[in-house]
C-alpha cells in the first residue's frame, strides 16, 4: 500500500498568521474566500461523510495506540483510515519531544504526553475551507491533490499535549472525595437517578459496563475556589460525577441480578493520587494515549460523559451503537454560528462557535434511535446531560 508521509508542526499544519488581529482572524475563519478549489475540496468532504465514510473506527484506534505504546515509541505512526483516497495510508512521523524545561533540572515536563488528538468534523470542514485560501497556497503546495484530500479529511492527528496534572496528594484528595462520594449519596438527585435507571427505562440486560470519559480529575478540581450549590453543599464536579457512576453500576447491576457492572474511565487528567483512589473503589482508569478508551465502547456498553474536551459524541457514533449514553444534550446548531471577539482583562479574543463536544448530523441520526429521558436537574455538578437508552 502507498502512503502519503507528513509531519505535524509545519506540514499540514494550520497555516500561522502571525500579528493577525482577533477581528481579522474572527473575519477570515467567518468568510473565508471559496474559490473552486476550495469549494471541490470542500464538497468532497462533505460527500464522503454523507457516504457514510467514519472518521474514526476502532481498529484505526487500537492499531494507533498500540503503535504509541511501542518501546521505544516508533518515528512514524501510520494511520488507517477509512477517508483514504487511491488505497493511499496516511503516515505521520512523530512530533520531537518539546522544549526541556529550565525550571525542573532539564526533564521534560512530566504533565507533557504524546496525545492522539481528534479534529471533530466541522473543523475538517473550517480546515479544508481555510487550507485553499490564496494566502495559503505556498504552505500546501508541497501535497498533490489527493494528498491534500486525504490529510484534510482525516478525523486524528498524534500532539505532544500538556494537561495540567495536579500535584495534591493522596492524603488530601481522598477526604475530599469521601466527602463528595457521601453527599452524592444522601442527595436526592442520586435516589432520582437511580429511580430512573433502576425502573423507569427499558434498558437491554445484556450490559456488561459503563465506559467514561472526561469526568474530570477528583485532584484538580480541589485545587479550584469551591463553590457552592444550591443545597448549600460544595460543588465537587468530578467527584460527584465518578460517584454517580458508581451508582450506575450498583443499581443496573442490582436490576439485572448481577455483580454491579464494571466501571472504566478515560481522562489524561488524572493525577497519581486520583488513580489510586479510583482503582481503590474499583473503577478501572484506562491508560493509553487518549483514545483506548473507545476501543471499549460497544453494544453492550453505557457510555458516560459531562463535557469532555474531545468530541465524545461524534466519535461514539463512528464507532458503536452503545445500549444508553448519559452525555450532553443534542443542542448544538451550526446555523449561523460565528466566531465573536470579546474583550477578557483589556485584551481581545475569540470564542469559537463550536463546543468541544459538538454534535453532528451523524450524532443526531444515532439519536434517532434511542429514547431521550431527563437526567436529574443538578447543573452545577453535571452540566446539561440526558440520558439516551436504545430503543427495542
Ligand atoms: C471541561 S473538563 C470537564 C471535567 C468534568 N467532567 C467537570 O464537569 O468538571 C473536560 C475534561 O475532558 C478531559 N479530556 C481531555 N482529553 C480527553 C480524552 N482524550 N479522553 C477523555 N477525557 C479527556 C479533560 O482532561 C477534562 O478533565
Redesign the pocket.
Given at each position: 500500500m502507498s502512503t502519503c508521509t507528513y509531519t505535524t508542526g509545519g506540514e499540514w499544519d494550520n497555516v500561522v498568521h502571525n500579528d493577525e488581529s482577533a477581528q481579522a482572524k474572527a473575519d477570515r475563519l467567518n468568510n473565508p474566500t471559496i474559490d473552486k478549489s476550495t469549494q471541490e475540496l470542500v464538497q468532497w468532504i462533505q460527500d464522503l461523510y454523507a457516504s457514510g465514510a467514519k472518521l474514526w473506527t476502532k481498529e484505526m484506534l487500537s492499531n494507533i495506540e498500540a503503535q504509541l505504546a511501542q518501546n521505544p515509541v516508533p518515528e512514524a505512526i501510520s494511520i488507517r483510515s477509512r477517508t483514504q483516497v487511491n488505497g493511499k495510508n496516511i503516515v505521520q512521523l512523530l512530533p520531537p519531544s518539546p522544549p526541556v524545561t529550565n525550571s525542573g533540572g532539564g526533564e521534560i515536563p512530566s504533565v507533557c504526553s504524546l496525545?492522539?488528538h481528534f479534529e471533530m468534523y466541522q473543523m475538517i470542514i473550517e480546515r479544508a475551507e481555510q487550507s485553499m485560501l490564496e494566502s495559503n497556497r505556498e504552505h500546501y503546495s508541497r501535497f498533490t491533490p489527493d494528498e491534500i484530500r486525504m490529510l484534510a479529511a482525516q478525523g486524528v492527528r498524534i500532539y505532544f499535549a500538556t494537561?495540567g496534572k495536579s500535584s495534591i496528594e493522596y492524603s488530601k484528595v481522598k477526604p475530599s472525595w469521601v466527602q463528595a462520594r457521601k453527599n452524592w449519596l444522601n442527595s436526592s438527585l442520586c435516589r432520582e437517578l437511580s429511580n430512573i435507571l433502576g425502573s423507569t427505562v427499558s434498558i437491554s440486560n445484556a450490559v456488561t459496563k459503563i465506559v467514561c470519559?472526561?469526568?474530570?480529575?477528583l485532584a484538580t478540581?480541589i485545587e479550584n475556589p469551591t463553590r457552592m450549590a444550591d443545597d448549600g453543599l460544595p460543588v465537587h464536579?468530578?467527584g460527584t460525577?465518578h460517584a454517580a457512576a458508581l451508582t450506575l453500576a450498583t443499581v443496573l447491576g442490582e436490576r439485572f441480578g448481577k455483580e454491579p457492572l464494571h466501571v472504566m474511565v478515560?481522562?489524561?487528567?488524572y493525577s497519581e493520587a486520583d488513580k489510586k483512589i479510583l482503582e481503590e473503589v474499583g473503577i478501572e482508569v484506562i491508560g493509553g494515549f487518549?483514545?483506548l478508551?473507545f476501543t471499549h465502547v460497544d453494544e453492550e456498553t453505557i457510555v458516560f460523559s459531562?463535557?469532555?474536551?474531545?468530541p465524545v459524541r461524534q466519535i461514539v457514533a463512528d464507532i458503536a451503537k452503545p445500549a444508553a449514553m448519559i452525555w450532553n444534550k443534542g443542542r448544538d446548531s451550526e446555523e449561523g454560528a460565528e466566531y465573536k471577539v470579546f474583550e477578557r482583562q483589556g485584551k481581545e479574543e475569540l470564542s469559537t462557535p463550536y463546543s468541544t463536544d459538538h454534535d453532528s448530523a451523524r450524532t443526531r441520526k444515532l439519536l434517532q434511535d434511542y429514547d431521550e429521558f431527563d437526567f436529574p436537574n443538578c447543573y452545577s455538578r453535571?452540566?446539561d446531560l440526558a440520558i439516551y437508552v436504545r430503543k427495542g
Open positions: 496525545t492522539v494537561f470519559f472526561g469526568l474530570g480529575s478540581s464536579g468530578p460525577q478515560q481522562d489524561p487528567a487518549g483514545s478508551g459531562c463535557h469532555p474536551n474531545i453535571f452540566g
